[in-house]
Each structure stands twice: as structure tokens, then as C-alpha cells.
């Protein structure tokens, strides 16, 4: 159909066409992007006042909206001495040079050309071409003396590594075996009973807001996109992580996933400040909804399925039944941002939070503010419940991970992460807590003791070939070969002989028996 | 493109030795040899891996003129190693060490040492120091964008990067971090946008690839470190050639160098912001090249982080062959003679007796000189006739009634603001000072250090017109010192180096000041006593800091008892920079019609005087006679300059504004003057309601007394601190209440006035014309006006009907409306 469109104008041109002559995705679209589409945009579509009505930011429609060469509407616009027509709009006249390369291409038939390489290929980000120290702490004292001269105090690993990317989404299978975490541009399936990556996807587009695994536990969804530009949603096998699909329409991130509890139905929050709910089996897009006025940051499914929760930057909360698309409560009377929101288990209360510090408690079924519990002091970015619903984990901006009782909402636990915690998981259980923090780290806690067991490190590569690590509090570590041979000990600020304490702590049965709880004797060094 | 027409013989004007130079598209540079290149900075010290400093090459000529060369001169560096040079005066670091800089054009060579420090270092990009700097200069901060109060497209900025603490989250952290992309730098919408390989509202604000690109992905690729509490701040800017005199066309490159409080200088010409006060004489680019176009004298705004500062660009209006024969009274003009010569302006000649006479005392009581005055004035043969009647008039007892109105417009005095008792109590304090010319540094104690009843304490109710610490100061700092604060409440002043912190440490003076009830008078009578409380601290709402009491660019001072005693002591200082050229300014431009400084209560480094000198000179003069506002006044009535004519001269025309003070500025009378001049000169007094009768208007102790004339010529409503709230703006109301009105018709016609007793005691014709020129326009009228009056009144239907006919003209003539 296209070809035919091309044809039909080729005809009309009647110009010959050459290899220079001007196409849409060569010359025309970066044009439109410049002076354009910031307006012009299917985003805008709705926004009359903005867009005009008209979308530039398709071939087919600028194709359609262009109109014959000797008669352009479009061309008119551009050229016209009517400062009230002319567009850009409040802007100077575009420079002759760039008008005629529209005119040229209109004459020459309207191609759409070859879409560039870098809009389509999905952005494995490249390895940074910086490196800079990352500094991991260790509790591991070798005794003095025993690696040189230094003031003996706790080891520190170094890795050339950084900047890391931040890790901006986690998520628990629901058998508690497998943790996904999720970064720019990849996603490091992680097998909790062997303490090492089974897998990284790279074949994502852009950042990776949120990761969820099916209720089956059968799918795994990844959401995320090009800031701006565009969403990217796809769906995972889980049993051999191959694509099954990647479900577009989002114009913006894809902030937050759910599915509903009886696994069917898939729901995204994106930026583009819409909702949409996907059928999971046949990947086909049953409702969008259109009720917030700004970015939507997160999503969450009652326990019936029968409506879903969604917190947005246009500082409310709606309650949605996903049957009709109905509104049945917007929450409001918050003066900033809403960037998280979960529902309690029984369905009975839902937990919003966001860059206004706190956990505000609302009744599901009146829409009344119940409860607000302080903590966090900034902003919280995600918040979730344990199967059970005993117990709530909020992801702050204050470098913490903080428990909260999911009956009373009262505060339990503080877990220092020492950075931005933009990702937080709880385990189904709720023995484990997972979180993503903004120095690229993914840290797990035990709940009930509050005591810190793993530092998971997952860097880019090339291939299936993996770098990663993990780390105890105790030193203990297991890695990748290429992680462990370059990685640099230091103690008290100095450079300490490595092989001696890769002999005592590169014990991956070590760190596995940490990781399941069983508490391990200090690493001892020796000559 | 430049558009450059053929150039054409000049066509010289000869007016009385003074040559009108051409305009020209295009300047052509000395023709006299060049004698000497001038290199600035004198010195070059490059530190870390990207230090740059730009070069600029002035030349000097055997006539006395300077020329840019920068752009014609070869450079060439000794050791590329070390330090390389582009062909447009760039230097940049390449490895440690010392090398020189060869600079040389027109056949003379200049050398310029420069040293090179830490230029392999691997030093991460630095956010305040560098990230801000390019995000102020692509301008993604400013009011109308990301730097407004709500952001834009849901991306904030602090006001001009004023607060890297805050800006650091909002671009790394905010909207869960979708702004950036360390691992892949240029996917970072931070870079997409402004670049526009991305849909922006602002449209294109960086090009790919430049300079200030490559430093935004360092720091991505860096991995965005943040700003710390301890970073240092910009302490100030040097400019090289702070000053320059040019003719239309030339151009100059200024090179603009910033010191921050870790001790490092740097060059920031590219990162600095420009802004000319006056394009039509000088323009800049962002890259800081000048471009003068059009006479006069102008100043190009430069500012970088919070930190600002001017150059002054001189286009004289003409070249004059000889000096200014000018005979100077006093300081006053051997100043504004230097600043003539200079300009090539010319003053007008000297005015007439009689307008002097009428000048003065509008001036100095805002009363019209009577007949017989004058005339006893005009008969007065001595030398120093102009001396003496100058003491004259500063001895009248309108002057306190005068000035006591001024005071009350700059103090708001105000009986719904303080209660009539109040009111009363304020103004009958004021006219007490000036009955007894107390000097202008102990009124200002008084008022700052006032307490007590505001019944009975007048200079208390100036507590009660600012009502909260922050208007206090604002009003304080205003009012005393010239500067105004107000920005620096919500953020750092954007044309200023005033800072938050600045503004809550002036506060903190005025902190502990209480205010409550009192019964004395009765419960119903509204009394407010002023106190002081031992306790209660002014905090920094943004920092949440607890401010000590700190005056503008002066030390944290305290006092147990009260600190307002510090603020007085600091602010009345002789020392003080602000005090003493801040009222110098106000009275000059009370009796000159226009300040040095305009607008008169906006002094700042960034609106500098039109002649520093002489304003420096007037402050010091006033300081060193005890701040006696007498003395300023008679320095400047007598100096030649307040004495000229208020006609142009070719000489002087092209001065449009009359900046340079060559000629007497005219204005409208002020309401008050111009309905006490009516009463004058129709014999009549108003009666205002309330008060007793013969009550004059300037004599109102506030402005809410009933009047329609007064209202309709701009009194001020005396609610805000500002000059500028008393209106002199013509407005049809004015000129139909003075032609069409009945109100004029009312008060000739009365009984009792000037016309109605010249025609009781049959006044013969031709001294009546002479009294009615004079009660009007302080004159005899000439003969021909005369002969004309008499042939208007013989051919009207009366001589009632005549003479009144010819007040009426004159009331409506521009001489009378006008001080001139």
C-alpha cells in the first residue's frame, strides 16, 4: 500500500528520483523533530489546543497531511508572509535552505527512505568508555600484619566498572526462586539457589522501568522505553526466556506493570499518561485509559481483578474498574508527584506514596484517607506487599528500605542501602526484601533481622558471556571470571596483595549458605 | 551577513568648534602608527585537564586611540606541548609546564607567559563549576523556562542555577531518573533536546558536538557527580578592557575572568551572560564581541553565577577642538566638565534670572515666588544675588512643609495604615527634625532604632508600615541604602550578587521586633507599642540556616540588647557605601529632574551612575558636612550645572534624556506644587476637609485628603516603597480638569482673589497684565505680550471677561504647568 502511495506521487511528481534526493527519514523526520513535533505530535493528538489536531511524527501521516507538491498545505504553512499561519509558531520563518529540502522532497515523490539503523536496533547500551572505580565495602578484617604494613581495618573490593547503570526495577518469580533486575537497556535474570545470573536480556529498548513475573509465574513482563519518544513493553518465556511479544502502542516509558491476579490480563502505566490493559494470551490491546493528565508512575490490580489503582504525576490516585473503565474514586490532596502505589492483598486499603515524604493509607472501598505514616522524610519510589499482606517495603530516596506493618502501617524496620532506592521487591514470603538502588547495585535483606545478605553486581557484555558478582557482608564473594580477575583489595585506603584475599573469600559455598540464611564462620587468612 | 554599504564623504558640521562625527557602517581603524600591544590578561595560569583562556590584543596609537586587534594578531605557542593556541586567541592546556605566547601584528610582537597545571589529571566534570555555568548559558534556567517558580514540561531548575543542590536530583534523580543515561550518554534527553535530535519546546539550545555538549556528556560519562554543601562559589569577575571608548562600527573582544573562593581564576568569556543596557549605542554577542553602534555612553551587563558586573562603552557625540570654556562654581561642575569633554556634549547657557528665582523655590519649597519678590530679585545688582537668595529660600518655613511631604511619601505616612493618632504623630516628627535640620544620619538612627508608643513615639510607626522582619528589611535597605532586595527573598537576585542569605541576615536585625496593644488610650483607640523581645531568630526558609545579623557585604554583628543599634550604627556609618550616595542621588535627582542613577532607588553595580565621579564626589562632600541636608542642597543649587537653561542647544540635543545633566531638566509641577500654584495665582485657598483653613497642600500631612486636582496630577497612594509610585505621566483628565473644568472658572471668579480685587481697586490694565504674568509664570511680560494682553481685553466684552480670559491662558500654558 505504501508502494502504491509512493507510485501514486512518484506520478503526480513526475520528477525522476535520484539517490540524493531528500527522504523522510533522512532528511525530512530530523527536521520535524527540530521544529515540529514537539506540537505536532499522535501524543498531542488529544490535545487540540497543542496539536492542532494534525500529527507529524509518522510517515503516513506527514505523507497525508502534505498535500501535492504545487498546492501544499504544509509547504503553505512554512512559506506563507502571514505571521499568524505561518509556522513555527512565535518562532522566526524556518531558513530557506531547510524549506527547500521539503519542497524537494514533495517534488520528488515523497519517499520514506530507509529508517536509520540506531532508531530501530534496540540500544545495548555500549561498555562505558569511562571507568571509574566502584568501591565495595566488606566486614572482613585480615589480622595486622598479615598484608603489609597498613593500618589493618575492613577490606574493600574495587572494581573498574563505573559508572553502573541504576537499577530501576526487581521483582521476585513467585516460587521466590528467581529475582529479575532490571537496568538500562537489560535485564539480569538472577537464580537465587545458585547465587548467579541465568540469564541477561538485552534485547530491550532503552530504560527498564519495571519487571514483573506472571502469577504462574510462567511469563516474565518488561516495560520500559526511549524517554520521550517512546514505550517499550515485551513478553518473556520464562522457561527459556525467548521474546513472545512486544505489545506497542505507548507513546512514552512504560513506568509500571501488573497483572491481574488471575494472570489474563496485563496492565502498563507509561508516561505517556495513559494506563492500557493488555490480553495476555493473544498480546491485543483491550482498553486504554485516559483519566490522568500527566505521566502515570504506577499501576496495581485489586485482588479480584475487578479494578486497579494508579498513582500519576498529576498528583492523584485513581481507583478504576478495568470492566468498564469507570472511575470510581480519585485521591487527592497531595501537593506533589505520586510516583508509587500498591494494594493490600484483602483488597480492603491501598498505599500511595511519592515525592511528598510518606505512606498515605486510603479505604479501597470509600476513597477516605485513613492513615499517614512519615518516615522516609523524601521521596518514596515504589512501595509493595507480601503475599500475606503482613508487610509493606517502601523504596526511599533517602538511601533506605523501610518495612512497615501491612495491618497498622506502623514502621518496623529501617535497612540502610547507601543509595537511592528507585526499586523495591519483597519476596512472596516476605522473608526476603530486594532492592534496586541508584549506584546500580541490587541489595537482598532479610526481613525478619534486617540483616543485609548479598550485594548483586550484573555488568554489560558481549554475547551470552555474563560479568557479574556477589558479595556478603563477610567478604565472602563469587563472581565471573573476568569480575574476579580484575578485581583490586583494599584496606584502610591501600592497595593490599590480591591473591591472598581472593584465597579466603572467593568461596561461592560461602556465600550460597549466606544467601539461604545459615550463618558462616569469618573468613581466616593466611600466608 | 553584514550588510556593508559603500562609504560616503563625510559631511563635516561646523557648529560653534564642534565637529558632529559621521555615522558609519563600517569604523576604519587609527591611521597613526601603532605603538605598543597590550595583552590581557597579563598573565595566563591554566589549571586541570580542560582550562582554556582567551586572549584579547588591544592595540595603542601614536594619537591616543586603542584599537582591537585580537582578531588580526598571529599567535603562536613555544611549546605545543604544553599549550596550544588557536587562531582566534584561544589558548588551551595540553601538558604541565611553562611556555610563552607570541603574539604579534602590524609589526609589533608582544610575549605572554603562561603556565600549565594538572592538564593530564583525570578530573571529573564538576557540577557547579561546570555543568551550571553551560546550562545558564544555554539558558535552560531562566524565568521562562525550567527556571520558573513550576518548572516547564515538568522539568525545574533553580533561577539561573542558583542552587546546584537542588538542580543535581532534579536532573539526575526526578521523574525516576528518565533524564539521563550514564552507561550511553548521548540517549540522555538532557542532550537529546536541547540539541534538537529530540522534540524541545525551547527549540535549539546546543549544538552537537560543541564545546559545552562535550562537557554535559563528561559529566554523564563521569557518572553525574553531585554538588556538595562545600563547594566553592563565585567571589567575583574581572573584566579586560573594563572600559573603552569607540566610534560606530568598531568592534572589541572582551575577555571576562572568574574568581571562585578556592582562590582559582578562570576564564569564562564563553560561559558568561551578556545583556547591553543600550543596543542602540552598544551591542554584544554571546560570545563576547562588542559592536558599538550609535553615540553615547552605555554599559554591557556581564554575569556569571550569581556574581555580576559592567563595561562601560563610550561613543563620544562629537570631538571637540577645544576644551569646554565652562566656568565651574564648584565641584559639582568640574565633575560634569570632565564628562562633557569626554562626550563631546555642550552645555545650554545659563537660564534667566527669573526662571532661577522660580526654580528654586518650587525646588526647594514648592512654592511659587510672589510679585513683589521677584521683582526686589530682578532689582538686586550684587554678584552673588543667586548665593544669597538660595539662603534665602532654604530659611522659608515652607521648607519644612515641603520636605515634610517628600518624607512622607518615603515613609508612607498613612492614617489608615496607622491610625490618625499615628499618622500625626509620624508627621509632626518629621517636620520637628527638619524645623531643626537635624542631619539625615540621626533621623535615620531614630527611625531605625525606634520603639515605644506609636502615639507618642513618631519614628515607631515606622515599624508599623513594614509589619513583618523581611518587609523591614526590604524597606531599609530600600529606603537608606538604594538597593533593592526583593528578589533575594525566594532566590538569588538575578542582576545582583545578592544572595538568600543576604536578605534573611539583613532581616535577622528585625527579628525580634514585637508589636502589641496597648490600653493607655483606651481599649477602642488602637494603640501599638513597639518592643523588643530577648528571643526569636530569622532562618533561611530554603537552607533552614539560622541567619546572624549581617549587613549587606558587612560582618555578622550582634547586640544583647538590640541589634537594630548595630544596623544603625553600620547603615549612618561615614564609611558606609551605600548611605551617603544613596541620598546624594535622591536630592540631585529631586533638583536636577533626574538622578545620576535611574531609576533613583535601584543602585546596583549593574546600573551604574552616569558619571561615578561625580556622584562618589557628592556623597563624600555630604558625609564630611555631618549628612546636613541643607548643605547638599545648596552645593547642588549653586553649582552652574542646576543654573543652565532647560533649552537644548545643538550642542547638547543629541543627548535626548538629558543623561548628562547639560542642560536643566523640565517636569511638570508636582499635584502639590501645581494646587498651590492655582491658589497662588488666583489669589485664592483651597479649603481641604479636616483640616484647618489656609491649610496649603503641601502642608497635607497624608494623602487621603479629599481632593480631585490632587488625584487627577498623581499623588502617590504612599503604599509601596518606591519612587516611583508618585505619578508624573500626562493623562487627559488633567488637561480637561485645568480647560473645560468649573473648578478653575470657581476660583477666578471668587470675591476675595486677584482678579475680582485688581478690578475693586481699579488696577490700571497694564499693571494688571504685569501681576498676572508674575503670580503665573514668575515674569514681566514683554512688550509685545503686553500690547497683545491690552488688545485682547479691549476688544472682550468686559474687562472682567478679558483679564479673566488672560489667567486662564495662563494657567494653562506650559510655562506655568511646568518647572523649567
Known amino acids: ?527 | 551577513m553584514k550588510l556593508i554599504r559603500p562609504s560616503f564623504l563625510a559631511v563635516l558640521t561646523v557648529l560653534s568648534g564642534v565637529v558632529a562625527l559621521p555615522a558609519a557602517d563600517r569604523a576604519t581603524p587609527p591611521s597613526s602608527p601603532l605603538r605598543a600591544l597590550e595583552v590581557l590578561p597579563a598573565t595566563i595560569q591554566l589549571d586541570g585537564p580542560r582550562a582554556t583562556q582567551r586572549v584579547v590584543v588591544l592595540g595603542h596609537y601614536a594619537e591616543g586611540r586603542q584599537w582591537d586587534l585580537t582578531r588580526q594578531a598571529k599567535y603562536s605557542s613555544s611549546d605545543a606541548t604544553i599549550a596550544t593556541v588557536d587562531a582566534t586567541g584561544v589558548v588551551r592546556a595540553s601538558g604541565d609546564g611553562k611556555v610563552n605566547l607570541a603574539i604579534e601584528v602590524g609589526g609589533q610582537k608582544a610575549t605572554l607567559p603562561v603556565t600549565v597545571r594538572g592538564a593530564s589529571k583525570d578530573v571529573p566534570v564538576d557540577f557547579t563549576r561546570e555543568v551550571i555555568p553551560v546550562l545558564t548559558k544555554a539558558g535552560c534556567n531562566q524565568g521562562a523556562c525550567h527556571g520558573a517558580a513550576a518548572g516547564r514540561g515538568g522539568f525545574r531548575l533553580s533561577l539561573l542555577g542558583y542552587d546546584p543542590l537542588f538542580d543535581h536530583p532534579q536532573i539526575v534523580q526526578s521523574a525516576e531518573g528518565r533524564r539521563i543515561v550514564m552507561a550511553d550518554p548521548e540517549r540522555s534527553i538532557l542532550l537529546q533536546k536541547p540539541v534538537g535530535t529530540m522534540e524541545h519546546g525551547g527549540g535549539e539550545r546546543l549544538k552537537a558536538n560543541s564545546a559545552d555538549y562535550a562537557i554535559l556528556k563528561r559529566w554523564l560519562e563521569d557518572g553525574a557527580p553531585a554538588p556538595t554543601t562545600r563547594d566553592p562559589e563565585v567571589t567575583g569577575l574581572q573584566v579586560s578592557p573594563s572600559r573603552r571608548v569607540m566610534v560606530p562600527g568598531e568592534e572589541q573582544q572582551i575577555v571576562v575572568q572568574a574568581t571562585w573562593s578556592d582562590g582559582r581564576t578562570v576564564d569564562v568569556t564563553a560561559l558568561a551572560q551578556y545583556d547591553a543596557l543600550n543596543d542602540s549605542v552598544a551591542s554584544i554577542t554571546p560570545t563576547g564581541l562588542v559592536t558599538a553602534h550609535g553615540r553615547g555612553e552605555t554599559h554591557i551587563m556581564i554575569r556569571f553565577c550569581g556574581q555580576a558586573t559592567v563595561v562601560q562603552i563610550t561613543l563620544p557625540y562629537a570631538h571637540l577642538d577645544k576644551p569646554l570654556d565652562f566656568p565651574a562654581n564648584n565641584f559639582i561642575d568640574a565633575k560634569l566638565k570632565v564628562k562633557w569633554q569626554d562626550l563631546g556634549l555642550v552645555p545650554s547657557e545659563l537660564c534667566s534670572d527669573e526662571v532661577f528665582l522660580r526654580r528654586i523655590y518650587l525646588d526647594t519649597i514648592g512654592t511659587l515666588p510672589d510679585p513683589a519678590e521677584i521683582k526686589a530679585f530682578l532689582a538686586d545688582r550684587s554678584p552673588e544675588k543667586r548665593k544669597k537668595a538660595i539662603e534665602k529660600v532654604l530659611d522659608r518655613p515652607e521648607f519644612v512643609d515641603f520636605w515634610a511631604l517628600k518624607w512622607g511619601d518615603l515613609l508612607r505616612i498613612d492614617r489608615d495604615a496607622l491610625n490618625d493618632k499615628g499618622m500625626w504623630s509620624f508627621h509632626n516628627w518629621v517636620r520637628a527634625a527638619l524645623r531643626e535640620n537635624t542631619p539625615l544620619d540621626r533621623m535615620v538612627r531614630e527611625l531605625i532604632t525606634a520603639e515605644g508608643s506609636t502615639f507618642t513615639e513618631g519614628p515607631a510607626n515606622y515599624y508599623r508600615l513594614s509589619r513583618t522582619a523581611t518587609d523591614q528589611a526590604e524597606t531599609t535597605a530600600q529606603l537608606f541604602l538604594g538597593v533593592r532586595m526583593q528578589c533575594a527573598k525566594c532566590h538569588h537576585h538575578p542582576f545582583e550578587k545578592w544572595s538568600q542569605d543576604d536578605y534573611y541576615g539583613l532581616a535577622a536585625f528585625f527579628v525580634r521586633l514585637g508589636v502589641k496593644n496597648s490600653q493607655e488610650f483606651g481599649i477602642f483607640v488602637r494603640e501599638s507599642v513597639v518592643y523588643l523581645r530577648d528571643v526569636g531568630e530569622q532562618r533561611n526558609p530554603r537552607t533552614g540556616a539560622v541567619m546572624k545579623p549581617r549587613p549587606l557585604d558587612g560582618p555578622e554583628m550582634d547586640d544583647p540588647f538590640d541589634r537594630r543599634r548595630k544596623l544603625a550604627d553600620w547603615v549612618t556609618a561615614k564609611e558606609n557605601p551605600y548611605f551617603a550616595r544613596n541620598f546624594a542621588n535622591r536630592f540631585w535627582a529631586y533638583f536636577m529632574g533626574r538622578g545620576l542613577v535611574e531609576p533613583i532607588d535601584d543602585m546596583r553595580a549593574t546600573n551604574p551612575a552616569s558619571n561615578p565621579e561625580l556622584l562618589e564626589a557628592l556623597a563624600k562632600d555630604f558625609a564630611e558636612h555631618h549628612f546636613d541636608i541643607k548643605h547638599l542642597m545648596r552645593t547642588i543649587m549653586n553649582s552652574r550645572a542646576y543654573q543652565l537653561s532647560c533649552e537644548s542647544s545643538p550642542g547638547n540635543q543629541a543627548d535626548a534624556l538629558n543623561i548628562h545633566h547639560t542642560r536643566y531638566t523640565a517636569r511638570r509641577l508636582t499635584a502639590e506644587q501645581l494646587a498651590d500654584a492655582l491658589d497662588h495665582a488666583t489669589g485664592t485657598r483651597e479649603k481641604y476637609p479636616g483640616l484647618p483653613p489656609g491649610t496649603r497642600a503641601i502642608q497635607l500631612p497624608d494623602t487621603k485628603v479629599r481632593s480631585y486636582l490632587l488625584d487627577v496630577f498623581g499623588r502617590p497612594a504612599r503604599q509601596v516603597t518606591c519612587e516611583c509610585e508618585r505619578s508624573m505621566q500626562p493623562n487627559i483628565a488633567q488637561a480637561l480638569h485645568l480647560l473645560n473644568g468649573d473648578f478653575l472658572n470657581r476660583k477666578m471668579a471668587l470675591a476675595s482673589g486677584r482678579l475680582e480685587t485688581h478690578l475693586k481697586q481699579k488696577t490700571p490694565l497694564p499693571e494688571v497684565i504685569e501681576d498676572l504674568y508674575l503670580a503665573t509664570v514668575c515674569r514681566r511680560p514683554t512688550s509685545a505680550e503686553t500690547s497683545r494682553a491690552q488688545e485682547w481685553v479691549r476688544k472682550a466684552p468686559s474687562v472682567r471677561e478679558g483679564i479673566n480670559d488672560l489667567l486662564w491662558v495662563l494657567l494653562n500654558s506650559r510655562e506655568f504647568q511646568f518647572n523649567h
Open chain 1, 1 to 527: 500500500m505504501r508502494t502504491l502511495l509512493c507510485c501514486l506521487l512518484l506520478g503526480l511528481a513526475g520528477a525522476s528520483v535520484r539517490a540524493a534526493d531528500p527522504t523522510y527519514w533522512q532528511d525530512l523526520r530530523p527536521l520535524l523533530r527540530k521544529h515540529c513535533t514537539y506540537c505536532h505530535s499522535t501524543k498531542n493528538l488529544g490535545e487540540v489546543e497543542v496539536s492542532g489536531g494534525l500529527a507529524l511524527d509518522t510517515y503516513q501521516a506527514v505523507v497525508k497531511s502534505a498535500g501535492k507538491p504545487g498546492a501544499s498545505v504544509l509547504l503553505d504553512r512554512l512559506v506563507t508572509t502571514n505571521e499568524d499561519r505561518r509556522m513555527p509558531q512565535g518562532s522566526d520563518a524556518l531558513a530557506p535552505e531547510k524549506i527547500a529540502v521539503f519542497r524537494r522532497w514533495l517534488e520528488t515523490g515523497a519517499r520514506e527512505g530507509k529508517q536509520p539503523e540506531t532508531d530501530i536496533t534496540v540500544a545495548t547500551p555500549t561498555t562505558p568508555r569511562r571507568k571509574l572505580p566502584v568501591s565495595l565495602p566488606t566486614l572482613a578484617t585480615p589480622p595486622s600484619g598479615l598484608l603489609g604494613p597498613g593500618k589493618p581495618g575492613p577490606l574493600q573490593l574495587m572494581l573498574q566498572v563505573g559508572p553502573l547503570a541504576p537499577i530501576t526495577a526487581v521483582a521476585f518469580n513467585p516460587d521466590g526462586k528467581l529475582l529479575a533486575a532490571g537496568c538500562y537497556g537489560r535485564v539480569t535474570i538472577w537464580d537465587l539457589q545458585t547465587i548467579q545470573p541465568v540469564k541477561v536480556l538485552t534485547n530491550v529498548l532503552g530504560s527498564v522501568n519495571d519487571v514483573r513475573f506472571s502469577p504462574d509465574g510462567k511469563l516474565l513482563a518488561v516495560g520500559g522505553g526511549q524517554p520521550s519518544a517512546r514505550g517499550d513493553l515485551r513478553l518473556y518465556q520464562v522457561s527459556d526466556w525467548k521474546l513472545l511479544g512486544t505489545l506497542a502502542g505507548h507513546q512514552d516509558v512504560v513506568a509500571s506493570l501488573a497483572f491481574r491476579p488471575d494472570g489474563k490480563q496485563l496492565a502498563s502505566a507509561s508516561f505517556d499518561k495513559t494506563v492500557r490493559l493488555w490480553d495476555v494470551a493473544t498480546h491485543k490491546l483491550e482498553r486504554s485509559l485516559t483519566g490522568h493528565s500527566d505521566f502515570v508512575y504506577a499501576v496495581a490490580y485489586s485482588p479480584d481483578g475487578t479494578w486497579l489503582a494508579s498513582a500519576s504525576k498529576d498528583r492523584t490516585v485513581k481507583i478504576v474498574e478495568t470492566a468498564s473503565g469507570k472511575s470510581r474514586f480519585t485521591l487527592s490532596g497531595m501537593d506533589q508527584d505520586v510516583l508509587a502505589v500498591a494494594v493490600q492483598p484483602e483488597g480492603k486499603q491501598v498505599v500511595s506514596s511519592g515525592y511528598e515524604s510518606g505512606l498515605y493509607w486510603w479505604n479501597a472501598s470509600t476513597g477516605e484517607r485513613v492513615n499517614v505514616q512519615r518516615g522516609h522524610g523524601v521521596a518514596v519510589h515504589e512501595i509493595c506487599f507480601s503475599q500475606d499482606g503482613k508487610l509493606v517495603a517502601s523504596a526511599g530516596g533517602d538511601a533506605t528500605v523501610r518495612l512497615w506493618s501491612g495491618g497498622s502501617g506502623a514502621p518496623l524496620r529501617t535497612l540502610a542501602t547507601g543509595s537511592l532506592v528507585y526499586a523495591v521487591a519483597l519476596r512472596g514470603d516476605g522473608k526476603l526484601v530486594a532492592a534496586g538502588t541508584f549506584d546500580g547495585l541490587v541489595r537482598l535483606y532479610h526481613t525478619g533481622e534486617g540483616r543485609p545478605l548479598l550485594t548483586l553486581l550484573s555488568l554489560p557484555a558481549h554475547g551470552d558471556q555474563s560479568e557479574w558478582l556477589a558479595l556478603t557482608p563477610p567478604g565472602y564473594v563469587c563472581g565471573s571470571k573476568g569480575v574476579i580477575e580484575q578485581g583490586e583489595w583494599r584496606m584502610s585506603g591501600n592497595a593490599v596483595p590480591r591473591a591472598l584475599v581472593w584465597k579466603a573469600l572467593a568461596r561461592p559455598d560461602a556465600v550460597l549458605k549466606i544467601a539461604q540464611g545459615t550463618t558462616v564462620p569469618a573468613p581466616t587468612f593466611s600466608k
